[in-house]
């Protein structure tokens, strides 16, 4: 595999040590790093070579003048910044010639994803975005049993999903809806995404709930019929899970539950290898879950029904 040069923007988030770890595993060369915080200590084990900045200016301009020198010359930026950054890091990263890998949610809207498109084609290079759930066994293995039950068979679907957060949060940008554009999007986009690689295109989407901390509804896909919630809040961890565990992850298909609760370890360097491969997913990849999330943002919250989640029904 031929050796690349990479930049990561936002090095010292939750989930930039995942892409310093693909980097280094696949061979390739982290040339620079930027975060406005300098808390990036991780560096010194996976890419002590890097250049490191903490201002955006200095940065773009160590990456142009990389430029001058073809060996030097990024090949690739990843873009692991706060959500609402997405778009602007995206451009730039275009924009300097590089291919651009960058987290979910890409972007909020399909407006901005549209104008991904044009500056794709302005520049001649590709957005990749990390879509691992793709990537994991256990996804890959329903999807084939989905693709082989007769094609009149729709699946019923419970998706629970609950992830602890303390009182930091709130104060951080993820609890900024104007930053994360609310939980749905943040922590729910990557499950919107594989509920569409699985079951097909979404047909009708109902909110029943969409609160700063909790959001639920429900969503009617090609294949299944799927009630979903999402929440970090604690008090929502059933009886059973609440002082052991911080997280409660339930996907029920049609009394089947889905595990996989492990093989995530791998999963971002399997992403970069087929990226690297040719074989990522672009921006038309990502539509479909923009397109979710972004109605999911705006609807207004219908009464609970037969369709609501059963968590609704608890409160």
Known sequence: MTQKNFALIGA?????????RAIKDLDQTLAVAYDINDSVGIIDSLHPQAEFFTEFEC?????????????????????????????????AGLRLGADVICEKPLVPTVA??????????????????????RHHDAIL??????????????????????TSRGKWYAQSWKGDPRRSFGVATNIGVHFFDMLHFIFGNLQQST??????????????????????????????????????????????????????????????TVSYREILAGRGYGLADARHCIETVAAIRTASPAALGADAHPFLHKD
Not at 70 to 87: G, T
Not at 141 to 162: G, H
Not at 214 to 219: E, Y
């Open 207 to 268: 909110v029943h709930l969409n609160e700063d901390a909790r959001a639920a509804g429900f969503l009617e896909y090609e294949r299944a019929r799927v009630r979903w919630f999402l929440s970090i809040d604690s008090n929502d961890l059933p009886l059973e899970v609440q002082g052991k565990k911080t997280t409660f992850r339930n996907i029920d298909i049609s009394g089947e539950q889905l595990e996989f609760s492990e093989g995530f370890t791998d999963l971002h």
């Open 112 to 133: 901005l994803l549209d104008e991904l498109e044009r500056v794709e084609a302005e520049t001649g290079k590709r957005v990749f975005n990390i879509l691992q759930l």
């Open 12 to 20: 010292a988030g939750y989930i930039a040590p995942r892409h310093m």
């Open 141 to 162: 293995k329903l999807r084939d049993k989905v693709a082989a039950a007769p094609k009149d068979t729709k699946f019923d679907v419970e998706l629970t999903y609950i």
């Open 59 to 91: 940065f773009l301009e160590h990456a142009n003048q990389r430029k001058r020198t073809p060996a030097e010359a990024l090949d690739f930026v990843a873009v692991c910044s706060p959500n609402h950054l997405h778009h602007p890091h995206i451009a």
